[in-house]
């Protein structure tokens, strides 16, 4: 049993001072340092001044197959950011092995994120994933809009899944995403989301990303046209986009940045109880505009806080992210902002993929970090904690000290 003293905790948008965390591998108790003291003695451990416990952070979305890039690929429009992907595709797999890979999720563990959303396109993540200390949801990526090659395209993915599923453990959990509308034949979409409905797996898909994925989706035209005419040989987009949200109906998706989804798009996602994931880094470094959170709000669309991956972000930080949105959102009320950020990366997060953690609270795994500031403790903890970021001293998950 673990009893930690701090001078605050800061879990599920509220600020206790002088308070402590009992706890073996789920959490058995928030309470005053002073009836911790009286109950447990020399037992506790003291953090001492300037110690906040906090929730574990949670990544729901991020692509670690490319963590090799650092500054391969061009930025500042999705067009061009794509192309420079496919030229240097095989060069920033071949340089991401498991040492690679290895290191991404270090990364984040060490930046407080102690659980994560892998979308792995190949499955060369895998390996990592499954020893990596955190928890993680493995999301095996279904792509591929061509007819003709669907049953080769569908044996693949069904290869990849079955390989993580034989891996399936506590904390490690096989699942599936769907790459997005475009580049998705709808016949493979129903088939993959039937087996994932019928074996319970969470889901998750990219929408809306872009200006080009809305004119193709709309139109099938824009500047997606000449590339699927030249790279795919189509002159049509595989989905409209009420078709393809249509196919998630029962079942609760995360969707990925729908930075461009219009009014009528997103009050489907909230009829459907669906889940938001804003990556605010990798829609500025590629041009795709600036989610509306308010609209998301007033919709009761719930939205979550991601680093998608280091081929459009510069780190797997969501403490970087968090700033970076509070920055990007210069019309919302700053503290406010704060507070629900924190949520979207903390509890909300972790409830979105279906895990037991992002909140200190009775009866959830003790995942948390042991951060230290230099700076008053106040109300505006939450602002400062992303201004003036703490050093993570130490990160347990359940229970287990697995940092510092």
């Not at 911790?36 to 979305?61: D, F, I, K, Q």
């Not at 997005?180 to 989301?193: C, D, F, N, Q, T």
């Not at 041009?287 to 719930?302: A, F, K, M």
Request: hydrophobic share 40%; with cysteine; charged share 20%.
């Amino acid at each position: 049993m673990h009893i930690l003293l701090a001078d605050a905790v800061f879990t599920d948008g509220t600020l206790y001072r002088d308070h402590g965390v009992v706890f073996e591998r789920t959490v058995l108790a928030l309470k005053p340092n002073s009836e911790l003291r009286s109950e447990y003695g020399p037992a506790c451990t003291e953090l001492g001044e300037g110690s906040v416990l906090l929730p574990g952070l949670v990544n729901p979305h991020v692509h670690l197959e490319f963590s090799a890039n650092r500054a391969s690929l061009t930025y500042g429009g999705f067009m061009p950011w794509l192309q420079s992907v496919i030229a240097n595709r095989d060069d920033l797999i071949g340089g991401c092995g498991e040492e690679c890979v290895d290191e991404a999720t270090a990364l984040m563990l060490r930046n407080g994120i102690t659980a994560f959303g892998a979308v792995s396109s190949y499955g060369f993540d895998l390996d990592a994933c499954v020893r990596a200390p955190q928890k993680v949801v493995y999301f095996n990526e279904l792509i591929g809009s061509d007819p003709a090659m669907a049953d080769a395209l569908y044996a693949n993915f069904q290869e990849r899944l079955f390989a993580s599923q034989s891996e399936a453990r506590e904390g490690f959990f096989p699942s599936v995403a769907i790459h997005s509308p475009y580049s998705v034949h709808p016949v493979l979409i129903r088939k993959a989301l039937d087996y994932a409905k019928a074996h319970r797996l969470r889901v998750t898909a990219h929408f809306m990303e872009s200006p080009a994925e809305r004119e193709w989706l709309d139109h099938n035209d824009g500047d997606f046209k000449p590339f699927f005419e030249n790279f795919l040989r189509q002159n049509r987009a595989a989905n409209t986009p009420d078709a393809f949200l249509e196919c998630f109906d029962g079942i609760p998706t995360l969707f990925t940045h729908a930075v461009q989804a219009n009014d009528d798009e997103l009050a489907r996602i909230a009829a459907g109880k669906h889940t938001l994931i804003h990556c605010p880094v990798s829609n500025r470094l590629l041009g795709n505009g600036v989610l509306d959170l308010e609209r998301l709000e007033q919709l009761g669309i719930r939205w979550v806080c991601g680093t998608d991956g280091l081929s459009s972000n510069y780190t797997l930080d969501l403490f970087e992210e968090m700033k970076t949105a509070l920055f990007m959102h210069p019309q919302r009320d700053l503290l406010d902002l704060a507070y629900r950020l924190w949520n979207a990366s903390t509890r909300h997060a972790a409830d979105a993929l279906g895990l037991n953690c992002g909140t200190i609270s009775d009866g959830y795994d003790a995942d948390l970090l042991v951060a230290r500031i230099d700076y008053p403790i106040n109300d505006q903890l939450p602002l400062h904690l992303l201004l003036r970021r703490p050093t993570i001293e130490s990160v347990y998950i359940e229970g287990n000290k697995v940092k510092g």
